[in-house]
T-cell receptor, first 112, second 113 residues
Framework: GQQLNQSPQSMFIQEGEDVSMNCTSS?????WLWYKQDPGEGPVLLIA?????ELTSNGRLTAQFGITRKDSFLNISASIPSDVGIYFC????????????FGTGTRLLVSP | DAMVIQNPRYQVTQFGKPVTLSCSQT?????MYWYQQKSSQAPKLLFH???????NEADTPDNFQSRRPNTSFCFLDIRSPGLGDAAMYLC????????????FGPGTRLTVL
C-alpha cells in the first residue's frame, strides 16, 4: 500500500540535542498526525495538525503542516533518554473514508 | 485510565489453529480498526468498522475475519494462522468527524509455532 516518505530513517543523538524529522508525499492530505511507538507497545498520538501552515506544540515537541499540504515536520527540543522510540507520521487522505497513510518511521536513539 | 484495551497482550498459537484477539474501548468511538504491524514497519490496515458496517481492505487475506458485537468491542479472528501471520496486531478507534485522530491500543503480539 501507499506509504509516505519519512526521513531520516534513524538518528543517534546525544541527550540535550534537538531533533528534526519530516514526511513528504506526492498526494495532498487534510490532516497530519505524529505518533511515537515504544518497543512492544502501540503508537501514541503526539500531535494532530488540521490546517495547512499550522504550527502546533506539545511540550518539547513542535510539528508543522506544510503549506502545500504534502509535507509535515516534527521537531523535538532538548532530547532526553525517554524520547527513544520510533516516530511515525501519518496523513489522512482527502477522499471518502479518512484512512491513515503511514510514513516509514524514524528510529530515534538518545545517548545519555 | 485505559481507553483502548487489547487482550491478551501476548498470544501463542500453533500453525493452523484458530485464534481470536479482542479489543475494547471506553471512548464510545464509532469507528474501530485492526492493523497488522511487522517488525520495524508501519502498521498495515486490515479492516475497519463504522458502527456495524464492515470494510475490508482489498489486500487483506480471507484468513482474517472480524466481528463487532457492540460499540465497545471488536474481535479479530485468524482462521488458520500461518508462520507469516506472526506480528503485532493493533486495534485503534476514532470518531468519524473531520478531526478524527486514531487512538491505538497497546497491541497483541502473536507468535505462531
Amino acid at each position: 500500500g501507499q506509504q509516505l516518505n519519512q526521513s531520516p530513517q534513524s538518528m543517534f543523538i546525544q541527550e540535550g540535542e534537538d531533533v528534526s524529522m519530516n514526511c513528504t508525499s506526492s498526494s495532498i492530505f487534510n490532516t497530519w498526525l505524529w505518533y511515537k511507538q515504544d518497543p512492544g507497545e502501540g503508537p501514541v498520538l503526539l500531535i494532530a495538525l488540521y490546517k495547512a501552515g499550522e504550527l502546533t506544540s506539545n511540550g518539547r515537541l513542535t510539528a508543522q503542516f506544510g503549506i502545500t499540504r504534502k509535507d509535515s515536520f516534527l521537531n523535538i527540543s532538548a532530547s532526553i533518554p525517554s524520547d527513544v522510540g520510533i516516530y511515525f507520521c501519518a496523513g489522512q487522505l482527502n477522499t471518502g473514508f479518512q484512512k491513515l497513510v503511514f510514513g516509514t518511521g524514524t528510529r530515534l536513539l538518545v545517548s545519555p | 485510565d485505559a481507553m483502548v484495551i487489547q487482550n491478551p497482550r501476548y498470544q501463542v498459537t500453533q500453525f493452523g489453529k484458530p485464534v481470536t484477539l479482542s479489543c475494547s474501548q471506553t471512548l464510545n468511538h464509532n469507528v474501530m480498526y485492526w492493523y497488522q504491524q511487522k517488525s520495524s514497519q508501519a502498521p498495515k490496515l486490515l479492516f475497519h468498522y463504522y458502527d456495524k458496517d464492515f470494510n475490508n481492505e482489498a489486500d487483506t487475506p480471507d484468513n482474517f475475519q472480524s466481528r463487532r458485537p457492540n460499540t465497545s468491542f471488536c474481535f479479530l479472528d485468524i482462521r488458520s494462522p500461518g508462520l507469516g501471520d506472526a506480528a503485532m496486531y493493533l486495534c485503534a478507534t476514532s470518531r468519524l468527524t473531520r478531526e478524527n485522530e486514531q487512538f491505538f491500543g497497546p497491541g497483541t503480539r502473536l507468535t505462531v509455532l
